[in-house]
């Protein structure tokens, strides 16, 4: 079974600070992804990598980047965050472009 | 752009029903179409994946259909449980990238 792993589940952060979430994938996926899901929004894509050290913006990338050195971890980082940035942030991985998306168990991110 | 719309945004059920959740698109020019489950506060499960080329995908009570042409998807569920009640979400496959709908919410009565 594919498994993809976010690291944490709730993260309680102050405006202005910068933030880190990690997401790992065990089964050697090519492609990796970042959304977040707001309530009457649905899942928007903020960034995606098809390949260790290259990453491509999706909808929304204003505000945070990513980093990818190793094809197993996927970062996105609020370089300074915001009240508009509290959400539930999404990972995904997926084998190719063309097949099945696995999703993480999510972050939800309050900033105060 | 592409938009994804589901209908209906809400359902409830009683136990034992058979239903049908529809998913449009307003873009035909897609590589495939992917039903995910989504329980509360909980990250995305993986469905049914149907490719372009493909007209329906089935995993065990669940069947889901694609109409390319007319920009349609259908996920029937046959003889619902209350384990069902979910958000249930339907993607596309567009270009780089998958565009979601809003989803629908399922509630499943005992």
């Known amino acids: 079974d594919v498994k993809v792993t976010q690291s944490s589940r709730y993260l309680v952060k102050r405006t202005g600070e910068k933030v880190f979430l990690e997401c790992v994938q065990d089964m050697d996926h090519e492609n990796m992804f970042w959304y977040r899901q707001d309530p009457g929004l649905g899942l928007r894509l903020i960034y995606f990598s098809y390949d260790v050290k290259m990453k491509e913006k999706g909808d929304i990338p204003e505000g945070y980047s990513v980093s990818r050195e190793k094809k197993e971890r996927f970062s996105l980082i609020l370089e300074s965050a915001s009240t508009n940035q509290t959400s539930m942030y999404l990972c995904?991985?997926?084998?190719?472009?063309?097949?099945?998306?696995?999703f993480g168990p999510g972050t939800r991110l309050t900033v105060t | 752009k592409q938009e994804v719309t589901q209908i209906p945004a809400a359902l409830s059920v009683p136990e034992g029903e058979n239903l049908v959740l529809n998913c449009s698109f307003t873009d035909s020019a897609i590589y495939n179409l992917q039903w995910f489950r989504q329980d509360p506060g909980k990250g995305l499960t993986s469905l049914l994946l149907i490719q372009s080329s493909q007209r329906e995908q089935t995993s065990g009570r669940l069947n889901a259909s694609l109409d390319k042409s007319s920009g349609r998807s259908t996920l029937y569920i046959a003889a619902s449980q209350p384990g069902d009640s979910a958000t249930y979400l339907c993607?596309?496959?567009?270009?780089?990238?998958?565009?979601f709908g809003a989803g629908t919410i399922l509630r499943v009565k005992s």
């Open positions: 995904a991985s997926s084998l190719g472009p063309l097949v099945e998306q696995y």
């Open positions: 993607a596309v496959k567009d270009g780089n990238k998958l565009v």
